[in-house]
């Protein structure tokens, strides 16, 4: 068998039209006729819950993290294939054991299947014509995202200069298991195919103000400049980042959290691993979410709930970013569930659900760099300062006067983004980001302590090798 898609579609199949021999719908399953149908399908659990668990592994991989022998007994407990987390927090490029199925590789695809049924038929569906083209360019968009987090795990970053040359992720864009031989794209043919999607279906976006599980204006351009900032490419990210900053002022739904308010009934202290349980929303209940693709990620659930050691600790270097104006520092925990100093600080963003669609931070902070990239320094440092006046302490919100050049603006933004999403996945892509960037070589090399052994970051690293059970049905793709 050498269908890409045989094993990856067995519960996106009840989705799928009609074919000329069926007369009626199988019992059980949805055949989809009417637009509504089409509408249903997209606001289904299935559609925003990735369900990794200990498998994301962008959420190991990380410079930012140290992994103690302790901790890393922590991880034998969560997860399933402890060796593999260990390999990803070496920031190994080979992880996968051999008989070990990619849950990041078959939910994407399952999902991919079911927009591309969306994105291929609902304009035939009975229906109001305006939402039928609504609806598929919601789901061109959120195909096209799927791809481009695929790309982010399986193919190495973008970079013109190998685009051509280096091969990603096949481009899957029919609901059709059996096509066979599925070729790997280019870089450059995968992220031409993302960002045509994105440019002619952004437009054709409806403008609400909800967000979260559903993907509308505001939220297509937010994941169009995403990929953008992914490529480097920052002048075009600003253009679709200023187009969702504009449309999500003032949204009811999706907002900045003030941790100034929040924290008060806290007395602005640090909170411990119990609190932060309370303190932190899941994903797909934070106001701060503007897309939800929600995944279950324990790593600092598990230890507060059951008293276990934390599973990552913070570097003292990411701590030190914070002053003590800043009241993310009080989400950083410093000491275990029973009051004892931990060996290092840990940062408890996670609590049990990663969000690894975009948040509005994201769009903030994205925003501000490109536009301090660019030499807009004012409006950059208008951003920022709109972001940090729910972040730190009333009167220290303002960038530094010190921090004057285009070159030192786009510097504060790194640092603010790894105060933003410390301990985090952010990092993981960010690194890929910047990797070859001329501002980013100074911090180089970058290292990761596991279980009292220091791993370098290689360039190899930034991507995560096929696994053997997807490559037995795709000998080519060796």
């Known amino acids: 068998m050498k269908k890409i898609l045989t094993l990856l579609c067995s519960a996106a199949l009840m989705t799928t039209a009609c074919d000329d021999f069926l007369d009626e719908a199988p019992r059980g399953y949805t055949i989809p006729k009417l637009t509504e149908d089409y509408d249903k399908l997209l606001n289904d659990g299935a559609m925003n819950n990735m369900l990794f668990f200990d498998a994301y592994y962008p959420a190991w991989k990380s410079d930012e993290l140290i992994y103690t022998e302790g901790s890393l007994a922590t991880v034998s407990q969560l997860s399933s294939f402890p060796t593999s987390v260990e390999a990803a927090a070496e920031l190994r490029s080979d992880i996968y054991r051999a008989d070990q ?9 399952n999902q991919i299947y079911t927009l591309n ?13 305006a939402t039928k083209q609504h609806l598929q360019a919601e789901a061109r968009v959120r ?10 795990w399986y193919a190495m970053p973008y970079d013109e200069a190998t685009a051509d040359e280096q091969l990603a992720i096949p481009i899957v864009t029919e609901a059709d298991t059996q096509v066979m031989d599925y070729d790997r794209a280019t870089t450059k043919e995968l992220y031409a195919w993302i960002t ?7 437009p054709q976006l409806e403008e609400r103000d909800e967000h979260r599980m559903r993907c509308y204006k505001a939220t297509g351009y937010a994941l169009m400049g995403k990929v953008y900032f992914s490529m480097g490419r920052y002048d075009d990210a600003l253009r ?3 187009v969702a900053y504009d449309l999500l002022r003032d949204d ?3 907002y900045l959290t003030d941790h100034n308010e929040k924290q008060a009934a806290y007395g602005y202290r640090e909170l411990t691993m119990n609190e932060m349980l309370a303190y932190m929303p899941y994903a797909y209940n934070d106001n701060e979410a503007l897309f939800c693709k929600y995944s279950n990620c324990m790593k600092e659930y598990y230890p507060a709930y059951y008293g276990t050691e934390p599973a990552e600790y913070l570097s003292p270097d990411v701590y030190a970013l914070y002053d003590e104006h800043d009241l993310r520092r009080n ?39 490109c536009e301090a990239r660019v030499g807009s320094t004012d409006e950059a440092r208008t951003i920022l300062t709109e972001l940090r006046r729910t972040r730190v302490r009333p009167g220290y919100e303002e960038v530094p006067q010190e921090v004057t050049t285009r070159e030192d603006l786009t510097r504060y933004c790194f640092d603010e983004e790894a105060r933003e999403f410390a301990g985090s996945d952010f990092r993981y892509y960010n690194v890929r980001r910047l990797w070859n960037d001329p501002l980013f070589q100074e911090q180089k ?26 490559l037995i049905w795709n000998e080519n793709w060796r």
């Open 252 to 254: 009811p739904n999706v």
């Open 331 to 369: 989400l950083i925990v410093t000491k275990d569930v029973s009051g004892n100093p931990l060996a290092y600080p840990t940062a408890t963003f996670y609590t049990a659900k990663v969000n690894i669609g975009c948040k509005l931070p994201e769009v903030y902070l994205m925003l501000a760099e």
């Open 101 to 109: 199925t990619s849950t990041e590789w078959n939910t994407a695809y």
């Open 240 to 242: 679709a980042l200023r």
């Open 445 to 470: 090399p970058l290292t990761h302590e596991v279980g009292g052994q220091t791993y370098t970051w290689q360039e190899s690293g930034l991507k995560t090798d096929l696994p053997e059970t997807v």
């Open 117 to 129: 049924v969306i994105a291929n038929e609902v304009m035939n569906s009975r229906g109001n014509d």
């Open 196 to 202: 045509a999607e994105m440019e002619e279906a952004c």
């Open 143 to 152: 195909r096209a995202y799927m791809h481009w987090l695929l790309a982010q």
